[in-house]
């Protein structure tokens, strides 16, 4: 994973989840520093951690499935890889789809 998307995951993270994430940070420790916050939110504030899921639109299936197939503590470390890959992907796709803007001049509104 390129690291300008691991920077802008890790941003994303600080601001929505309240992660302290250092701004040069490699994927293992995202994923142990992302890890640790999501066990702290299962066990005190489980609405919480299921909107942040919502938030980054994971995949229901594919949670259940980490936590039908996972015991504790690789959980959390897949369910923080999870969360990562789609906020990752969310960037990537945003950056593709990107629509420069137009050059008008100062006078014409855009419609």
């Known amino acids: ?25 490699s994927m293992a420790d995202l994923e142990k520093i992302l890890a640790e916050k999501l066990e702290i939110l299962v066990e005190r504030d489980f609405q919480q951690f299921v ?3 919502y938030q980054v639109d994971v995949s ?19 369910i923080a890889r999870l ?4 906020q990752t992907e969310k960037i990537k ?5 990107k629509q420069p803007p137009e050059n008008l001049p100062d006078d014409e509104e855009k419609w």
């Open 1 to 25: 994973m390129e690291d300008r998307y691991l920077q802008q995951t890790g941003a994303w993270l600080q601001e929505n989840a309240g992660i302290r994430v250092p701004a040069a940070v």
């Open 93 to 97: 796709s945003r950056e593709k789809y």
């Open 51 to 53: 909107l942040l899921l």
């Open 83 to 86: 969360i990562i890959s789609r």
């Open 60 to 78: 229901e299936r594919k949670v259940k499935e980490i936590l039908a197939a996972q015991n504790y503590p690789d959980v959390f470390i897949s």
